[in-house]
Nanobody, 126 residues
């Protein structure tokens, strides 16, 4: 079992930045690929970015590429999402997720992930 706790959400104006953190506990952090997802009201949960166990592979949704950066610090059992040039469309609850896999590819489907955090709200005002 892995426990994930997100933090760093909040209210920010368009064009601003936020940095989300997700701390993992319970199992060896390097066993897991990590992903960030978000969900806006009335919409399905969508992939934002993912990073492999040793940060060798990283992938982003097209909508955030060039603005968001995912990284991880395995010594701190933490994955980060740096969000710059935020837009109102980035508003939603952001979740981190963990996935065990022998493959190096980054999964973009929520059902591929085994563990989820409780989410942190990000609101971008226009």
């Amino acid at each position: 079992q892995v426990q994930l706790v997100e933090s760093g959400g909040g209210l920010v104006q368009a064009g601003g930045s936020l940095r989300l953190s997700c701390v993992a506990s319970g199992r060896t952090f390097t066993n897991y690929h990590m992903g960030w997802f978000r969900q806006a009201p009335g919409k399905e949960r969508e992939f934002v970015g993912g990073i492999s166990r040793r940060s060798s592979y990283i992938d982003y949704a097209a909508s955030v590429k060039g603005r968001f950066t995912i990284s991880r610090d395995n010594a701190k059992n933490t994955v980060y999402l740096q969000m710059n040039s935020l837009k109102p469309d980035d508003t939603g609850v952001y979740y981190c997720a963990a996935r065990t896999s022998l493959l190096s590819t980054i999964a973009t489907i929520p059902g591929s992930y085994d563990y989820w955090g409780q989410g942190t709200q990000v609101t971008v005002s226009s």
